[in-house]
């Protein structure tokens, strides 16, 4: 079985920065994708960074410029580097991975259990 665990939250003043990270462990012959989705209270859960595993980026508009996503493929682990956090940044950050298990030839999702982000005003 696949786990993602997630690392890295808590609270933050506004305008500082945080790093998150996600490992991937378990059988995994090859992550396709990773990226980050967060939700806040009573909103949807919302895409905020992509990369794939060719180096492609993605951010939402709301991120665009103050949040990195990034990669280490040995280790297997995804990290967002926040930065000028603001309030509004404020929900549970959740992992996601697209990836292929030993022995298998289809592509599976998995989320991780999410980290809490809080700025403060």
């Known amino acids: 079985q696949v786990q993602l665990v997630e690392s890295g939250g808590g609270l933050v003043q506004a305008g500082g920065s945080l790093r998150l990270s996600c490992a991937a462990s378990?059988?995994?012959?090859?992550?396709?994708?990773m990226g980050w989705y967060r939700q806040a209270p009573r909103k949807q859960r919302e895409l905020v960074a992509t990369?794939?595993?060719?180096?492609?980026?993605s951010y939402a508009d709301s991120v665009k410029g103050r949040f990195t996503i990034s990669r280490d493929n040995a280790k297997n682990t995804a990290y967002l580097q926040m930065n000028s956090l603001k309030p509004e940044d404020t929900a549970v950050y959740y992992c996601?991975?697209?990836?292929?298990?030993?022995?298998?030839?289809?592509?599976?999702?998995?989320w991780g259990q999410g980290t809490q982000v809080t700025v403060s005003s």
């Open positions: 996601h991975a697209v990836l292929m298990l030993a022995g298998q030839s289809v592509l599976r999702h998995y």
């Open positions: 378990g059988s995994i012959f090859s992550i396709n994708g």
């Open positions: 990369l794939t595993s060719g180096g492609s980026t």
